[in-house]
Structures are given as C-alpha cells and as structure tokens.
Nanobody, 121 residues
C-alpha cells in the first residue's frame, strides 16, 4: 500500500511537507513520482526521485520551491513545498515505477490515494 499524507490548508507563501509511505513492500528499488491534479485540469508531474543515484526531476512550475527526498530506512519519500502559491492547490498523489525518473503519469504503475493541498488566504 502507498499512502500520501501531509496535505492541508496553508496561506500563500507558506510551507507543507508531503509524505509518501509504503507498507508491504520496499521503496528502495522504485522511482517515486509526485503528481498533482487541480479541478478541471490534467494530472501534472511535479517531481520524481530515482532509486539508483537519487537523481531528481522538478516541473518548471515548482523548481526552486519544492524539494524531493527519500528516507529508505523509513520507507518514505518526502516533498518539501515552500513558497506555496494558490496555483499549487490540487490533490497530490505519489506513485511508483521501475526504471528512470519520469514526469509522465502513464509510466507509473502503482498509485496511492491523494492528499489535498489548498493554498489560500
């Protein structure tokens, strides 16, 4: 099971840290991707982190504000989100795949349920 958590309501400029925790299997060998979907919009690849060398990807819209990391000992991947903007409002999902980091959602095999992030004053 893959579980995303850490969402909530935050004011513009605020921060949140999302967690993606796995149970029943190890995340060590998987690429982990974070995606988001806002109402009426397509799912967007936000960030991912590889299993082999820890290389990362960030969408241009979040570069410099979001940081992805993994803690294999805790079987968890995090995304630290700073300087949040109203346009970051969405349901955030994490997912796994083999191979390389990719922002394409169709390349991911296993998805957790999402966590809502709302950025509003």
């Amino acid at each position: 099971q893959l579980q995303a958590s850490g969402g909530g309501l935050v004011q513009p400029g605020g921060s949140l840290r999302l967690s993606c925790a796995a149970s029943g299997f190890s995340l060590d060998y998987y690429v982990i991707g974070w995606f988001r979907q806002a109402p009426g919009k397509e799912r967007e690849g936000v960030s991912c982190i590889s299993s082999s060398d820890g290389s990362t990807y960030y969408a241009d819209s979040v570069k410099g504000r979001f940081t992805i990391s993994r803690d294999n000992a805790k079987n968890t991947v995090y995304v630290q989100m700073n300087s949040l903007k109203p346009e970051d409002t969405a349901i955030y999902y994490c997912a796994t795949r083999w191979g390389r980091c990719s922002p394409a959602s169709y390349e991911y095999d296993y998805w957790g349920q999402g966590t809502q992030v709302t950025v509003s004053s």
